[in-house]
Nanobody, 130 residues
Framework: VQLVESGGGLVQTGGSLRLSCVGS????????MGWFRQAPGKDREAVSC????????IYADSVKGRFAISSDSAKNSVYLQMNSLTPEDTAVYYC????????????????????????WGQGTQVTVSS
């Protein structure tokens, strides 16, 4: 399994960015994919996840209404449209893929507490200036 992210960069407060993640070595229809982020000195946290089987989505409270996750199963790809960015969104953003235990993807918001995920991209830096 390989995941490759792209689309990070530097943007001003209130701006937008779109992240992309292309996966290979698995069939997204049976998996889930998600975006996670890690700011300096902080733990990695879930941002948003999407089920390849059900199309259901999950968002962290901090990004609801501002971020939108989408996918293209034919391309084994997931995207994250980020709007109304603030400096608190500054982090390295990682794409992850896994076979969820259930349709509600407990591994997403439960990442690290206690769930772990098997496959990660290399990460892409998002920096929001004030």
């Amino acid at each position: 399994v390989q995941l490759v992210e792209s689309g990070g960069g530097l943007v001003q407060t209130g701006g937008s960015l779109r992240l992309s993640c292309v996966g290979s070595g698995f069939h997204f229809d049976d998996w889930a994919m998600g975006w996670f982020r890690q700011a300096p000195g902080k733990d990695r946290e879930a941002v948003s996840c999407i089920s390849g089987m059900h199309g259901s989505t999950i968002y962290a409270d901090s990004v609801k209404g501002r971020f939108a996750i989408s996918s293209d199963s034919a391309k084994n790809s997931v995207y994250l449209q980020m709007n109304s960015l603030t400096p608190e969104d500054t982090a390295v953003y990682y794409c992850a893929a896994w076979r969820p235990r259930t349709g509600d993807m407990p591994e997403c918001l439960g990442y690290g507490r206690p769930w772990t995920l098997p496959y990660w991209g290399q990460g892409t830096q998002v920096t929001v200036s004030s």
